[in-house]
């Protein structure tokens, strides 16, 4: 077995490239998703180590000098970090040229070639699911001989070996939360919503929804949504209740939990069992009854993409989602004592400055707990970069989606909406949205009824002017 080293690599400072992060970028309030699609196959491979370099504050120091002791390194890449990512592959080769260097992520797996002709210190990606590709890249098999991966020839020529099945039988993967153990420190990892220190974990993978702009379902997990059993979800927590005592809040990272409700059902009455506090991904559709019984058993929050409070973007955009049952479904949450951290989509397909103005009426009418505003990112790999290149929306200078600094940017333009137009109007979201009396007053309240809460916030706020300083000095 190769002695190998999994690594989210340095990058921009307060960048949350993790493959756990939907947008890879810095977020107005500093926050950090869990490596977990490197923990998986980590969990794989006997001792492996996975270092995830930014939320650790870890420069290439550190990073080299483990490297030196690994034959194989696997990098996490994406399409915003992925040339500084090969500058790290190649400070790595330059130290030990022996080293065998692979890539995995959205980015490589829909690009494998582009990726090897533009990265050379790349040996191989791995493409799609990946979990048993690096475990046999790790046995040392040839390369001709394991699926899912492109790779480089003796002669330097490259080769695309045949795509290797999904996962079927999902409780056929260790627990990641043993790599978490082993590997990482659980109090580098905070999200602006969720209770701190968190663990988040996968209970499924892939979403039958189609939504064109996600990159998920689109690139790596697939349309089916392939589930763990009840049972081995419910055993994953009870070992990680008693490997981490601090944790306050378990998050279920799935694209959508609540796609089988009978399952999410089954798994909240085991963490009822348990006495957890729990949140989870879940679509603007989830009927009542349903709410009822996860509430009973833990649910804390519900993170919810809305996307857009215009019917006509949501069709554009494949959601599935009609307004009115969303307002439905936020108003049962409020009413049972669920919070909602609702995301927020500008600059999509059919966007204008009135669907904005609509958009942030809406959210001020449904009034979740908390919420994010996003910039439309065309992956590639998505429907919506095809749309994009194909109308000529996406300006090329602004292809890798973030600027300099690593903060997003708005790479789409349209004849009536100018990049500027769809960039500025997100600051003024979240001021429509957080400068309001009855918001300014509830979360006023929250920190006065806990000193936690109020030193959180007041951390938060300094971060979110600091984030709206940048944005316009960019």
Known sequence: MMNTLFLQPPSFDGFDGGAGSRYQAKREI???????????????IPGSRLIDAPPARLGMEPVLADAMTRDLVVLHTSTPSFASDVKVAQALKDAKPSLKIGMVGAKVAVQPEESLLKG???DFVARNEFDFTLKEVAEGRDFKDIDGISYRDANGGIVHNRERAMIENMDTLPFVTDVYKRDLRIED?????LM????SIYTGRGCKSHCTFCLWPQTVGGHRYRTRSPEHVAEEIRQAKR??????????DDDTFTDDLPRAEAIAKELGKMGVVWSCNAKANVPRKTLQVLKENGLRLLLVGYESGNQQILYNIKKGMRIDVAREFTKNCHELGIKIHGTFILGLPGETKETIQETIRFATEINPHTLQVSLAAPYPGTFLHKQATENG???EKNAELIDEHGIQIAPLTYPHLSHTEIFDSVETFYRKFYFRAPKI?????EMVRSPQMMKRRLREGVEFFQFLKERHAA
């Open 441 to 445: 007053a509830s979360i006023v309240g």
């Open 120 to 122: 050379a210190p790349i």
């Open 189 to 193: 990892y905070f999200i602006g919503y």
């Open 196 to 199: 701190h220190p968190y663990i």
């Open 30 to 44: 500093k926050s950090f998703w869990y490596p977990t699609w490197l923990a998986q196959p980590a969990a794989l």
């Open 243 to 252: 490997n981490f005592p601090q944790v306050r809040e378990f998050f279920f």
């Open 393 to 395: 929306w996406l300006d």
